[in-house]
C-alpha cells in the first residue's frame, strides 16, 4: 500500500520545503523506494502559466505540457524522473473541478461547501498518483501555515490522518529558528506558534525540519520537542548549505531517511546508495577550471525566473569540473555604444527565453556582438529567434525583419504566430507545450551534441521560424539543423562557421538533472572553456611583441 508524506511549512515562504522534500525522496529512493513528489499550490491561478515571473519564478512545463510550479523542477532534477500533470494541483484546478461537476448536476441538488466537497477533491487528487505504482508519495503544501488560503488542504490532510491506517501517513512540517545577533541566541518560539496553530487545525507534525542558521544544540532540540509534543529524534536541523545538492547528504547526516521509515512502520531497508551524486557533489565543489557566462534577459532582479537555466549550469559545469560564474545582464541597458564594454571578457553567451517587446534591441544588440566576435553563443526559445532576426538583419540585409509578436507590420515576419495559434484567444495552456520530437541532420553541431538523428525536447511558445525565409538563411550561412519531422517546424538554427552558435526553439533546461546533465549546457562549456583559452594564449603570444 502506498505511504504518503505531507510537507507543511510555518513562520515564513520561501524556507526550501521544495528542496526538503527532494532531498528526502532522493534518500528513499537511494533507498530502493520508488518516490515521487507533488505540490499542492493555495493561489487560485489554474496553473502559473499566466503568471509574472517576478509574481512566481519560472514556469516549469513537463514531458505532458503541463505548466506547473517551478520546485518541479527540483523535483525531477533530484529523483531523475518525470512528473505530469498530476504532480501540481492549484486551488483553482480544485475548485473549477468542483464546479464543473456542479454545474453536470453531480451532486444530486446537495448544497455544494469547502467540507465535503472541496476536500474530498484535494484528497482525491493527493491519491491519485498512488494508482502508478508509487511506494511513497511525497506531498508539498505551498504556502506557510495560518494563511487562509492553505487551511482546505491542511484541513484535508487532518481527514487523511484519521482515514489513512496508522503508520500510512506522517507530516513533516518545515519552520524557522531564527538567530538574533543582539541577543547572540537562536530562537524557537516562531516555532512553537507553527506548531500550535496547525494543532488547532487539527493537525499534529510528526518530525519537525528547524531551517537554522547556527547549529542546534541537543538542548535547544530538546526544547523544541518538549513543547512541541515531538520525540527528541524527530528535531531535525537544517542548516544553510553552500549548495542545495548539499542538502540531501545534511538530511541523511540528521537520519530523516531513517525517522521517516521507521514512523511509516517499514522496518526493512538498505543502506542508501549515494555514490553518483556525492561524485557529483565533489566536482561541484573542487572544480579545475572556470569560465564567465553572460546571461542575457529581463527578469535579472529575480534569479528564480531562470531558476532552470542556473541549475542546468550548475550541472554543466560539475561534468567539466569547471565553475560557471554567471554574469547577469539586463537586455533593456544594452545599446550599441555600451554593448561592447558590457560583454567583453565574457567566455560565452546565453540569451534567455521570454515574451514580449521589453529589452528586445539589447537581445539582438548582444547576438550580433556574439556572432561578429566568434563567442560561444547559446539562444534559447526566444534567444534562438533573437538570433533569426540579427542574422536576417545584418547578414542578409533584411533591415526591417523582426517578429511578429513585437512588431506585427513588420514587411519581413522572420518569426511568425504559428498557424495554429492564429484563431487561439484563451491565454491559459493554450501554447505549443510538453515535448515534441526533432530530426537531427547529419555532420551538423547539434549532431555532435546529440549524438542521434532523433530527439525529443520540452516546447513553451507560440510563435515560430518563418520557413518562407529558410532558403535564403540558409545560402548565407544560418542552417536548419534540426526540424520537426511533423510539421516541419525549424526547432534548431546554428551557423557552422562560427566556433560555437546554437540556437533552440525548445527549453533544453527543463530536462537537465544531476545524474543526465543536457548535452548542449555540457558543450557550450566546453566551447566556453576552449575560447577562454585561446584568449589566454592569445595574450600570451602578444605580450613578448608587445615587450
Known amino acids: ?3 504518503y508524506i505531507f510537507v507543511t511549512g510555518g513562520v515564513t515562504s520561501s524556507l526550501g520545503k521544495g528542496i526538503i522534500s527532494a532531498s528526502l525522496a532522493k534518500l528513499l529512493q537511494a533507498r530502493g523506494f520508488k518516490v515521487t513528489i507533488q505540490k499542492f499550490d493555495p493561489y487560485i491561478n489554474v496553473d502559473p502559466g499566466t503568471l509574472n515571473p517576478y509574481e512566481h519564478g519560472e514556469c516549469y512545463v513537463t514531458e505532458d505540457g503541463a505548466e506547473t510550479d517551478l520546485d518541479l523542477g527540483h523535483y525531477e532534477r533530484f529523483l531523475n524522473i518525470y512528473t505530469t500533470q498530476a504532480n501540481n494541483v492549484t486551488t483553482g484546478r480544485i475548485y473549477q473541478s468542483v464546479i ?23 484528497k482525491r487528487r493527493m491519491q491519485l498518483l498512488s494508482t502508478s505504482g508509487y511506494d511513497i508519495i511525497i506531498t508539498e503544501i505551498g504556502g506557510t501555515v495560518g494563511d487562509i488560503e492553505s487551511l482546505p488542504f491542511i484541513e484535508a490532510v487532518r481527514q487523511l490522518q484519521w482515514e489513512l491506517p496508522d503508520g500510512d501517513c506522517l507530516v513533516v512540517h518545515l519552520t524557522l529558528v531564527p538567530y538574533l545577533k543582539a541577543a547572540k541566541e537562536l530562537k524557537t518560539k516562531p516555532t512553537q506558534h507553527s506548531v500550535k496553530m496547525m494543532s488547532e487545525n487539527g493537525v499534529h507534525p510528526d518530525i519537525i525540519v528547524c531551517r537554522t542558521e547556527q547549529p542546534l544544540s541537543k538542548e535547544l532540540k530538546n526544547k523544541i520537542a518538549l513543547f512541541c509534543n515531538v520525540k527528541p529524534d524527530s528535531v531535525i536541523e537544517a542548516a544553510d548549505a553552500k549548495s542545495i545538492y548539499e542538502v540531501p547528504l545534511l538530511m541523511q547526516q540528521e537520519q530523516l531517511d531513517v525517522i521517516v521509515l521507521k514512523k511509516l512502520n517499514i522496518t526493512w531497508f538498505p543502506e542508501p546508495d549515494m555514490s553518483v551524486w556525492k561524485k557529483f557533489l565533489d566536482k561541484l565543489m573542487h572544480p579545475t577550471s572556470k569560465v564567465t557566462i553572460g546571461l542575457i534577459g529581463k527578469y535579472m532582479e529575480l534569479q528564480d525566473a531562470y531558476k532552470s537555466i542556473l541549475e542546468a549550469f550548475i550541472h554543466s559545469g560539475a561534468v567539466n569540473e569547471c565553475k560557471v560564474e554567471i554574469q547577469s545582464i539586463h537586455s533593456e541597458f544594452i545599446t550599441s555604444d555600451t554593448v561592447a564594454d558590457q560583454l567583453n571578457g565574457l567566455d560565452g553567451l546565453l540569451v534567455a527565453p521570454g515574451f514580449g517587446h521589453r529589452g528586445i534591441d539589447g537581445k539582438i544588440l548582444a547576438v550580433q556582438y556574439a ?3 566568434g563567442l560561444p553563443f547559446f539562444g534559447i526559445c526566444l534567444g534562438m529567434q533573437m538570433s533569426v532576426i540579427e542574422f536576417s538583419r545584418n547578414v542578409l540585409g533584411l533591415k526591417s525583419a523582426h517578429s511578429t509578436e513585437m512588431n506585427p507590420e513588420t514587411p519581413d515576419p522572420v518569426i511568425d504566430l504559428m498557424e495554429a495559434q492564429k484563431t487561439i484567444t484563451s491565454k491559459g495552456g493554450t501554447m505549443r507545450l510538453g515535448a515534441y520530437p526533432c530530426k537531427i541532420e547529419p555532420g551538423t553541431l547539434a549532431h555532435q551534441i546529440y549524438g542521434s538523428e532523433m530527439i525529443s525536447e520540452r516546447h513553451r511558445h507560440r510563435w515560430e521560424f518563418n520557413n518562407k525565409y529558410l532558403a535564403s538563411m540558409e545560402a548565407a550561412g544560418l542552417k536548419a539543423s534540426g526540424v520537426n519531422p511533423e510539421t516541419n517546424l525549424v526547432e534548431i538554427v546554428e551557423i557552422p562557421s562560427h566556433p560555437f552558435f546554437i540556437g533552440v526553439q525548445y527549453h533544453p533546461e527543463l530536462k537537465s538533472t544531476v545524474e543526465n546533465p543536457h548535452p548542449i549546457f555540457v558543450h557550450f562549456i566546453k566551447a566556453a572553456l576552449a575560447y577562454r583559452h585561446s584568449r589566454s594564449e592569445g595574450s600570451r603570444a602578444l605580450a613578448p611583441e608587445m615587450a
Do not use: F, S
Open 100 to 122: 464543473n461537476k456542479e454545474r453536470e448536476g453531480a451532486y444530486l441538488g446537495k448544497t455544494v461547501q469547502v467540507i465535503p466537497h472541496i476536500t474530498d477533491e484535494i
Open 371 to 373: 556572432r561578429e566576435n
Open 1 to 3: 500500500m502506498t505511504k
